[in-house]
Structure formats: structure tokens, C-alpha cells
């Protein structure tokens, strides 16, 4: 099959990583996988995909919120003749569906993924009816999670079986023979108990309530931050308050992820709201325990591996100290390792690749 995924951009995000290691295993699959991109500002991402063999497309108006985007993709969609067209982000999925229009081929499918349980749009009225038209016009709306599916569902409405899930994947191997870095690397001390979030500062996210964890804690423990995002002063501004800069390290955007995962002693992923939770997962394939806040797409993921928190500090205080036991460190570790192995990139790319022909016969 001739593939071609559109993103809105490959910045630093959970959707953009995910397809750094999607497409190439489709790839392996036997298929042909290109990508478009609306554009390559701050596209961390690129380098990476480039040098896995994947042909990346710029649109010309590298803007993700350009409407002559619409052209560009019908333009692309049309020269390479593609079986299948599989769409990420809001941006991407807005004028590749207005892109649609333009396109009189019955045999192409397009398809999309949702990979956010909550947005802002739904919160207007008017989007919501644009947004029905948006995705009533794919095949296949495909969710990351069943809370992902239940959300959009609610959102937009539609045909049932119009909707799939398919989990995200990982690399696993990746990060079961990834060791850890000397400690002083990363500003931390031989004695220190680390903890450690992997994630944006978005709204989505509570790195405050997980830093006012440290508030009920021994001052052994200390919270390393790594990640980039707007958010970002708002936090380190917070922990100023709670006199807590000794106790918390920002790192920034690292892209040696699976070795600062090995050299943490306690994962932890404290959202509001999340499609799925990649980060959660890569720290489970790391061996590590796993702390998560109750939310569904988080919980639908951890459960059964790691431990799911009220999104409290006090509570995750608390369970963090009760992993000072070491045979309950250990079993939760264990669990963690094997409940990560569900999520292996291989199953993902499997999985779309036989929807992909489904869907063609439909």
C-alpha cells in the first residue's frame, strides 16, 4: 500500500513521537510511508524520521493555519496517488478534510487519529458542529484509548463503527537495555530519591501538584522536570513560592529519555486530562515504578501495572513512601515491566496496517 500520514507539525508532543516510530515500523511492514507536515517550526522530530528512511513533505506555506494548506494537500494526495491517507492533530485534520473535497478518487480512504481526550473547542458550540462535519468526513476515526473514543463520541456523534482504538506503541527494547547516567549529570546526589515527569508544561499537565508533593516528603527526595512549554516560568515561579528550588530540577527538552527513565527511581505522570499517557508506558518498559493521576486515559493504560493516584500531592506523598518498601518497589516494578510489554510499537503498527486494508475493501 501507498501510505501518507499528515501531521500539523512534528514539535515536541506525544502524537509527533509516536509517529517517529510508527511510520518507520510500518515501513518494515512492506509498505510505502511518506509524511506531510503543515510545518517545521521547532520540528524536533524531523532529523529523527529522516534518518529512519522516511520521506518528509513541508508544505510550502509552512504555516499550520494557513487555508491554502487545503491545495498543498489535495496537490500531494493527487501526484502520489495514495491508497491511504491517515491524518494526526486538529490543524491536519481540518484541511485535509476540506483537501477531501477536491478529491474524486472512490478508491482512496482517509482516516484520522485522535489522540487528546479534551481540547478547548469543546467547549463552543459552533466548533462542535464543525467538528462533526471534520470527522464524519473519514472512514475510520481511529482513538489512542477507549476514554479518547468515549470523549470524541460524545463530541461528535456518528456512525459506531466508524470508531476503532488502537494504543499507542513503543520501541520497548529501547528502554529495557537503556542504563543509567551518573547522578551529577543530572544535578542530582548519590543519596537523593528521584523522582521523575516526563512531559510538556501544558494545561493538561500538573507538574505544581506534583512538585507540592516534596511539601510532605523527606528532603532526600527530589522531582526532576524534563520537558519543555509554555507553562514552563508559571511552574518554576510556583516552586519559588514553596521555597522548593533546591528540591526540583528543571532539565528542559532532552532527547535521552530512556536513560534519565533508568537513572529515576520513581516514574510519575500527574495530569488533568490525557489521551493515552506514552510517557507512563516508557517508563514502565523501563523497569521502573509507575505513578499515575486517575484520570481515564492514564488509568486505561497503567492499570494493572502501576499505581493510580487521586490527583492530590498529599496522596502521592503517600504512596511514594509506601514504595520505601522494598519488596513492594520491587513487585510494582515487575508489574510495571510487564504490563508494558501490551504496548510494544510492533502491535500498533499491525494493528493500523490491518485496518488500513479493511477499510480499502469497504
Keep these: 500500500m501507498k501510505i501518507l500520514h499528515?501531521?500539523?507539525?512534528?514539535?515536541?508532543?506525544?502524537?509527533e513521537k509516536l509517529l517517529t516510530e510508527l511510520l518507520?515500523?510500518?515501513k518494515k511492514l512492506g509498505h510505502s510511508i511518506e509524511l506531510m507536515i503543515l510545518s517545521d517550526v521547532n520540528a524536533v522530530f524531523k532529523k529523527d524520521l529522516e534518518e529512519k528512511g522516511i520521506k518528509i513533505y513541508v508544505s510550502k506555506y509552512n504555516s499550520k493555519k494557513s487555508p491554502l494548506n487545503i491545495f498543498e494537500i489535495n496537490k500531494k494526495i493527487k501526484a502520489v496517488n495514495y491508497d491511504i491517507v491517515h491524518v494526526h492533530l486538529v490543524h491536519a485534520q481540518y484541511w485535509t478534510r476540506m483537501a477531501r473535497l477536491f478529491d474524486r478518487s472512490k478508491n482512496r480512504r482517509y482516516l484520522t487519529t485522535e489522540h487528546s481526550t479534551s481540547n478547548r473547542r469543546r467547549n463552543n458550540k459552533i466548533l462542535g458542529m464543525i467538528d462533526k462535519f471534520i470527522f464524519n468526513g473519514y472512514e475510520e476515526i481511529v482513538s489512542i484509548s477507549y476514554a479518547t473514543e468515549n470523549s470524541l463520541y460524545e463530541w461528535v456523534g456518528g456512525k459506531k463503527e466508524k470508531y476503532a482504538v488502537i494504543p499507542n506503541?513503543?520501541?520497548l527494547s529501547v528502554f529495557e537495555n537503556s542504563t543509567a547516567i551518573?547522578?551529577?549529570e543530572i544535578g542530582a546526589e548519590k543519596e537523593d530519591i528521584i523522582l521523575m515527569m516526563v512531559s510538556r508544561f501544558h494545561q493538561s499537565k500538573n507538574q505544581k501538584g506534583a512538585a507540592e508533593a516534596l511539601e510532605y516528603l523527606p528532603k532526600k527526595y527530589k522531582m526532576i522536570f524534563v520537558g519543555d512549554g509554555i507553562l514552563e516560568e508559571d511552574v518554576k515561579n510556583f516552586v519559588k513560592e514553596k521555597y522548593l528550588e533546591s528540591r526540583v530540577i528543571f532539565l528542559g527538552k532532552r532527547k535521552d529519555i530512556?536513560?534519565?527513565l533508568k537513572t529515576a527511581d520513581i516514574i510519575i505522570q500527574f495530569s488533568f486530562f490525557e489521551g493515552f499517557g506514552m510517557a507512563a508506558v516508557e517508563g514502565m518498559a523501563s523497569g521502573k515504578p509507575v505513578i499515575v493521576s486517575n484520570v481515564s486515559g492514564l488509568a486505561d493504560v497503567?492499570?494493572?501495572?502501576?499505581i493510580i493516584c487521586p490527583n492530590d500531592p498529599k496522596e502521592l506523598a503517600k504512596i511514594i513512601l509506601n514504595l520505601e518498601d522494598k519488596k513492594l518497589y520491587n513487585h510494582i516494578a515487575e508489574m510495571c515491566l510487564e504490563k508494558s510489554k501490551k504496548y510494544?510499537?510492533?502491535?500498533s503498527a499491525e494493528e493500523y496496517i490491518k485496518l488500513y486494508k479493511e477499510i480499502l475493501k469497504r
Aim: proline share 10%; no cysteine.
Design 6 to 15: 499528515i501531521i500539523t507539525s512534528l514539535e515536541l508532543g506525544g502524537a
Design 24 to 26: 518507520p515500523a510500518q
Design 169 to 171: 506503541g513503543i520501541d
Design 182 to 184: 551518573p547522578r551529577d
Design 258 to 260: 530512556p536513560v534519565l
Design 302 to 306: 497503567v492499570g494493572g501495572g502501576g
Design 344 to 347: 510494544s510499537i510492533e502491535n
